[in-house]
């Protein structure tokens, strides 16, 4: 019954904004539509960067990649992860033949920023160097500050595809980068979650 009498009065209330002239009625509508929409619920969301090279030379000379990437931290950011990995097929074996031939040729190397640290000629707050291969390891951090950072990535490598498959090999390297922020989602709406910062913002 007193589902009823709220549908009744939902209606009612309904007609009389619709007939209400111009903007008022639209306000009324939307105070009435607001009314009935559940709690926003604040959840964690990721935005996630990606960098996966493979290198493909087919030839005596070594293949250059390099890599700026500024990502913007917002106070909201919890949380910092980075997934790195790098292959040098045979570098073991060549560092024994020729020692530190292969660091000059086939690297990798990554600097993560904090804003205006590189300009101050400060450290990197995150930095790895890989000249052999590096297994996949996870970083997290949660001392973070707002600003502009920036990923820097320098990097060279070879690939050569023979006609005997045992041959072939492609230096190859994979990072991914991950910040963690609440966002505000209506649970009866199909709208995206939208950013707390930008919600604080209004």
Sequence with gaps: MRTQSAAVGLLLMLVVSTVSAGCLGLVMQREIMESLRD?????????SYFWDVTFDSDSIEA??????????FDETV???????????PYSSILEQVVPNGTNEYRYVEV??????????????????????????????FSDLVNGNWLVEIDARGYGWDSPVDQASFHDHFDMSLTITKP????????????????LQDR
Excluded: H, M
């Design 111 to 140: 600097r993560v920023w904090e804003p205006g640290v590189k300009a101050a000629g400060g450290n990197p707050y995150w930095e790895v160097k890989a000249t052999q291969d590096y297994p996949l390891e996870r970083f997290e």
């Design 39 to 47: 709690d926003p619920e604040v959840i964690n969301k990721e935005e």
């Design 183 to 198: 966002c505000v989602r209506w649970v009866d709406t199909d709208a995206e979650c939208t950013d707390l910062s930008v």
């Design 78 to 88: 919890s949380k910092l992860t980075i997934v790195f990995r790098a292959q040098f």
């Design 63 to 72: 293949i250059q990649y390099t890599n700026e990437t500024p990502i913007e």
